[in-house]
């Protein structure tokens, strides 16, 4: 059994709005200092779409999945899905560790 990892996103140390993104401006009250911050990896498939045709780059891992997914804590990231089998909008999912550094989710 996998265990879920936590995902790092950006906090505004003025507002504490959380970003997905790294950056150096929050959308909310644009507050200049940010932080690291790391929210669980649990949340809810939203949508999904199947790469046969991948840059240059990723050619060897096609094809593969990348997702979205609504985080329980809040944000909406994307990654990659380990296997579509049994997906549906709104299934469990949960971020796992990824040897390659790109985020991973699998069904929970």
Do not use: N, Q
Not at 14 to 33: F, N, P, Y
Not at 54 to 72: G, H, I, K, N, S
């Amino acid at each position: 059994m996998r265990v879920p990892v936590d995902i790092e996103m950006a906090r505004c140390v003025a507002c504490g709005h959380v970003d997905a993104i790294t950056c150096v401006l929050c959308a909310k009250c644009l507050g200049t200092e940010m932080a690291a911050h790391a929210v669980p990896g649990r949340g809810r498939l939203a949508t999904w779409t199947t790469i046969r045709r991948p840059p240059t780059r990723f050619c060897e891992l096609a094809p593969y999945y990348v997702c979205v997914v609504d985080l329980d804590s809040g944000p909406r990231v994307t990654g990659r899905i380990d296997t579509l089998a049994g997906a549906k909008s709104g299934a469990p999912v949960m971020a796992v560790p990824c040897e390659s550094g790109i985020r991973l989710f699998t069904l929970a």
